[in-house]
């Protein structure tokens, strides 16, 4: 059995990328303080079953790029791999557990186990904008730009600019794309996994229904069409929510992944949105089958939430569109937030954990 320990100083890194120590934070408080940070562990558990030849997997980690809501700790893993390392994919905080066996092992298995801290965050949009806000432009110009799922132009740019049509500012903007979601969009249980992300398509069909990687890609892409810096955030529930009961995951959180969304505001900063999970609240907290009205008032209150807030029972992986795994012979995935696995036969199907045999639990330390 091996055993490899990764700190923050010591990353692995590709394309000369490199991070700086975590500051190791002690004033943490108990679940129903806001206002302090929360201390968590998530283990993952992969188990190949059945591999042909060579086995590769990779595990999103942590996000690797320090916020003030959400700090990484250790990360370290045991398994009867050949080689594993963490990469750091990109300049923006994605980072991952790349693992291989040789084509002789029979029972590939890996064990990560991540730390981290997080604290609610909320951004007071009624504040004045303040002008020391920043961020760099080559980070506001990416986070601008399209990916193949997530278009700004077309069909996706002419329904932003009706959205937002003789409006000044970014709040504005912004509200108005976020409202229009929650509007027009709904939480569709039929869905495999988070959703896709093709929001094109959405459009063009006029079907919006979705899951969190539908609906919260479909608000990212219309903010980005509209001018607006926007992102993607994939992670992971990791704990009940203090206020809806459909918005948490205690224990086992194998198939507890959301994504959710920021959009920077000119003197307001990175702001937390998520109308997907207003459309969850409409559809999963009342009785099987009967969703809430929009104007029911835990509706209401999700909704003024969740422009600007995010309760952190979650845990952040990474902001990445179109990501090319390393050493893998497969095609780029839309993003990354569930572990993957190839073998000679080719990549396993994520969305089915028993495919491959991966668990992912959660205890609050």
């Known amino acids: 059995m091996d055993r490899r320990s990764f700190l923050k100083s010591s990353l692995t890194v590709s394309a000369g990328l490199a991070l700086g120590a975590t500051p190791r934070l002690n004033h943490f408080a108990s ?26 997997v990779w595990l ?103 959205i937002t049509m003789g409006m000044k500012s970014d709040v504005d903007k912004a509200r108005a794309i976020y409202e229009w979601i929650v509007d027009n969009t709904f939480r569709d249980p039929k869905v495999k996994g988070c959703g896709i992300g093709d ?13 969190c990687a539908d609906l919260n890609a479909l608000y990212v ?14 992670g992971i529930r990791c704990a009940n929510s ?30 937390p949105v998520d109308p997907a999970d207003v459309r969850k609240v409409v559809l999963e907290e009342n009785l099987p089958g009967e969703p809430l009205p929009l104007d029911d008032p835990k509706v209401k209150k999700a909704r003024a939430k969740l422009f600007g807030a995010w309760e952190m029972n979650w845990l952040a992986y990474n902001y990445a569109h179109d990501v090319k795994l390393p050493n893998s012979n497969g095609p780029e995935l839309g993003f990354l937030m569930y572990p993957q696995v190839e073998e000679a036969n080719g990549r396993r199907d994520s969305l089915d954990p028993d495919n491959f045999k991966y668990t992912i639990t959660a205890k609050e330390i």
């Open 242 to 271: 203090s206020e809806f009961k459909s918005l948490g995951k205690a224990d086992d959180i194998t198939r507890a992944q959301h994504c959710r969304a920021e959009v920077f505001l000119t003197g307001q900063g990175w702001v």
């Open 199 to 211: 929001i094109s398509t959405m459009l063009q069909t006029g079907y919006l229904g979705g899951k």
């Open 31 to 56: 679940a129903d303080d806001p206002t302090k940070w929360r201390s968590f562990e998530v283990i993952t558990k992969v188990d190949v079953i059945k591999p042909v030849g060579a086995t590769r």
């Open 60 to 162: 999103p980690v942590p996000l690797t790029k320090q916020t003030d809501y959400f700090k990484r700790e250790d990360d370290s893993w045991t398994g009867n791999f050949k080689s594993a390392r963490i990469v750091q994919y990109d300049r923006y905080g994605t980072g991952m557990l790349f693992a291989e066996w040789t084509a002789g092992e029979t029972a590939p298995s890996l064990e990560l186990k991540s730390r981290f801290i997080t604290r609610d965050r909320q951004v007071n949009l009624s504040e004045k904008p303040n002008v020391a806000v920043k961020e760099d432009k080559a980070v506001l110009d990416y986070f601008r730009k399209p990916s193949k799922l997530i278009r700004t132009d077309g069909i996706v740019g002419t329904t932003s600019r009706g």
């Open 221 to 234: 892409g219309l903010a980005r069409a509209a001018g607006l810096p926007a992102r993607d955030v994939y």
